[in-house]
């Protein structure tokens, strides 16, 4: 017996793909020699004019497999070197397939979808004709009809079976829930063939993504363009302990993970750091970008997405739940397959809507680690990656999108300004994500520029001291774990209006290089029972994913002296009141609420608040240092003005005194002299009858009569 000669690994792809085809139309050419004996010779088929000789259809077969041309005489091949040539090629290609190393691309496929045999024969059929239009026309010819030039049905059992079996059973191949239909794999029928026609009869077909794979070229299906992304971030070492739990947790769970994120877990992070563990590519799609999208067209999108997760031996995450109906959660559950990652920002009826989950919540990353992929993602020293993770803990896609693109553009030079690069572009990506949250405040203002008492501004600067040094104080030095320190900084401003409230609060957010937002809190409340939770939830939900300085101003709307509760009215003014201030503990950033009554708000919200910081009217010499401001500028200034005079006799606040001293400028400009006393007088008086004080001639002295006469 003669040694057996060892087989030959496949050097590429595409030499394998050659085999493949080459073994399938042998099988086509064993069809073809039936199908010739049944029709008897010479017949030719027809479709608009169109024709097929049974002799180049062998023609077209004999250039695939090679096995030679068909006899002049009959224009036949024999049946017997087709099939002798079939068995030693199928010989062949498997003998050289146990000796490739690699997994070979029908294999990935086979594997990452738990194919068949039958079920791998039946899609290398079908991307025949993708690749090569010579297998359409054989198709069309053993269907009687050369227009069809996609796989039927009917074909495909003819071809298939002998190893399928039953036609019930090869009928479940092309059932909706089976699974080449359900992932995707197989597409039975097409637009356009309707309904009616009977199932062994509808054209059947691969998409494109399937046939790239096939063809060692994998690329994302152009459908998802803009919906679904590689995440390409590396692993979080934290993060190694929560994911190994889970991984042994899995077979329990029915294969569904829904990432509960805690406030400051980054939910792309934890499922790459899955992803290396099950030695799966994560592949991430927002749930935002499905709005507005009818649910038919969701749902193909969604059996798109996780066909692809699976053609690229991926992990699908999907990401802002937080935003999607539960009806869209109830088409959702049904679809999904494998192991997903449902992540979302406050909690879902995920037992409701029919999804088994097992719920997670990874561990906040701490500044070090933040610090890590920072000077991982800007290629900086740790002294910028240390301040950009204290003053922006952004989750690592941000990083290593919008703001490290942000920072190339900028051409920084050395630490300085990469810091400062990537501070600008950290402000803008917050300021975009609190667009329709809140209102932006942008003022120059710093320190020096505040005219208040020495008390209030101590204050002030430890409220700023205590955001720097957080990182320091609770992750250095381990005081968060001893004593379980929030990170955030939640602090009243009482004062009247017009105090510095607003100014105080953009200047801490300027001193710590954050954006300032305000929100209005009367118009946040609503009369309509659990509004004002949602409205406020919108808020925070956007602020800690922005991490800016959060200035609630008009606190008064909600914040009344709380009393007995006498009716359902007051026990839900309660609640409001008792969710915001939850929302304002658990918030890591700083957040202000701002109250002009100070004598309405109880020692039992007091005591929730971190800080109390008092903005009193201003007394006669810090009023004089807010009319001097006048001189600061260079608006020319009559030498007739008194500004001793102004503080003295006019109890203002530093917002009605800029009001005043705009008022006068205005009005002296409209005449076309320097601003004198006069205009300054009148528009204090202007400033009087708006706030409803008297104008009284103790008070305006000898310009008493001047001020009256220009206001009626």
Known sequence: MPPREEAIPYGSDQEY?????????????????????????????????????????????????????????????????????????????????????????????????????????????????????????????????????????????????????????????????????????????????????????????????????????????????????????????????????????LPETGGTVALSLTRDADGDLWAATLGEVLGLRVLAMDWRGMEGIDGPRRRTLMDRALREARLHGGLLHLRHLEDAADGALRELAPLLRGVVCLSSRRDRPWSEVGLRVLEVAPPPLSVEARSRHWARALNGGVPVARALATAYPFPVRDMETAVRSSVELSGARDDAELEAAASAACRRLAARRMEGAATRVHTPFRFTDLVLPESTME???????????????????????????????????????????TMAASVVANELGLELFRVDLSGVVSKYIGETEKNLERVFDAASRSRVVLFIDEADALFGKRSEVKDAHDRYANIEVSFLLQKMEEYDGIAVLASNLGQNIDEAFLRRIRAVIDFPMPDAPHRLRLWERLHASDAPVHDDVDLPFLAERFELSGGHIRNCILSGAVHAAAAGSPIGMEHLLRAVGREYAKIGRPISRTAFGPWWSAVRKGMT
Do not use: C
């Not at 699974?179 to 309707?194: A, D, H, Q, S």
């Not at 939640?490 to 105090?499: E, I, Q």
């Open 17 to 249: 793909l050659d085999d493949v085809l080459a073994l399938a139309s042998l099988r086509l050419h064993r069809e073809v020699l039936l199908t010739r004996a049944l029709r008897g010779e010479g017949r030719q088929e027809s479709f608009l004019g169109l024709f097929l000789t049974d002799r180049e259809v062998e023609t077209l077969l004999s250039e695939i497999h090679g096995v030679g041309a068909p006899d002049p005489r009959t224009g036949a091949v024999a049946a017997g070197a087709v099939e002798a040539r079939l068995a030693a090629h199928a010989r062949t290609v498997e003998a050289r397939v146990r000796a490739t190393p690699h997994a070979l691309p029908p294999q990935r496929l086979a594997e990452h979808f738990g194919l068949s045999n039958v079920q791998s024969d039946l899609i290398l059929y079908l991307f025949a004709a993708e690749v090569d239009q010579r297998f359409g026309r054989v198709y069309g010819y053993l269907h009687d009809d050369v227009g069809r030039k996609r796989l039927s049905g009917a074909l495909a059992y003819r071809l298939l079976g002998r190893a399928v079996g039953s036609l019930a059973r090869f009928r479940a191949l092309l059932h909706p829930r089976s699974p080449l239909v359900r992932e995707r794999l197989m597409v039975v029928g097409e637009e356009g063939t309707g309904e009616g026609l009977p199932l062994m009869e509808r054209p059947l077909s691969i998409e494109d993504p399937v046939v790239d794979l096939l063809l060692g070229s994998p690329r994302m299906d152009r459908s998802l363009t803009g919906l679904l992304e590689v995440v390409e971030i590396p692993p979080e070492p934290g993060y190694r302990s929560s994911v190994e739990a889970l991984r042994r947790a």
């Open 459 to 501: 204050l002030l600067e430890e409220l700023v001291l205590h955001h720097r040094h957080s990182a320091t104080v609770l992750d250095d030095w381990g005081l968060a774990r001893r004593f379980h320190q929030s990170r955030g900084s939640s602090t009243l401003f009482v004062g009247p209006s017009g105090t510095g409230k």
